[in-house]
C-alpha cells in the first residue's frame, strides 16, 4: 500500500541515518559498520569481517531492520530545507 504524502515510513521514524555507525547481529556474532542507505523499514550496513564464510555470503554488506540495530555513534545531522522554501528561493534567482 503506497503512503500517503502526510504518513512517514517507519526509516523516517527511527533513530538512524545515513552515515551512522551502528552494531547488529548475523549469525549470533556482534558486527559494527556504518548506514549507507535508507529503505522503508530497514538499512543497509556496510561492515568489515574477518570469517570468509561471512565475507563469502555477505560480500561486506547487509539489509538490517532499524529495530535489530544499536547506534554506537551518530553522524552529525544536515538540516533539511523545507520544499517550499527551496523552491521559492529557486524562484528568485531567474
Known amino acids: 500500500m503506497p503512503k500517503k504524502n502526510d504518513e512517514a515510513t ?3 521514524l527511527s533513530p538512524f541515518d545515513i552515515g551512522d555507525e551502528v552494531s547488529f ?3 549470533k556474532q556482534k ?3 556504518f548506514i549507507d542507505k535508507a529503505y522503508k523499514n530497514a538499512f543497509l550496513v556496510t ?6 564464510e561471512i565475507i563469502d555470503s555477505y560480500h561486506s554488506k547487509t539489509v538490517v531492520n532499524w529495530k535489530d540495530l544499536t547506534m554506537i555513534k551518530q ?6 530545507e523545507p520544499e517550499e522554501d527551496k523552491e521559492d ?6
Open 10 to 12: 517507519e526509516t523516517e
Open 25 to 27: 547481529e548475523i549469525k
Open 31 to 33: 558486527f559494527t559498520g
Open 47 to 52: 561492515f568489515e569481517s574477518d570469517d570468509p
Open 75 to 80: 553522524a552529525p545531522r544536515v538540516e533539511k
Open 89 to 94: 528561493s529557486d524562484e528568485n534567482k531567474k
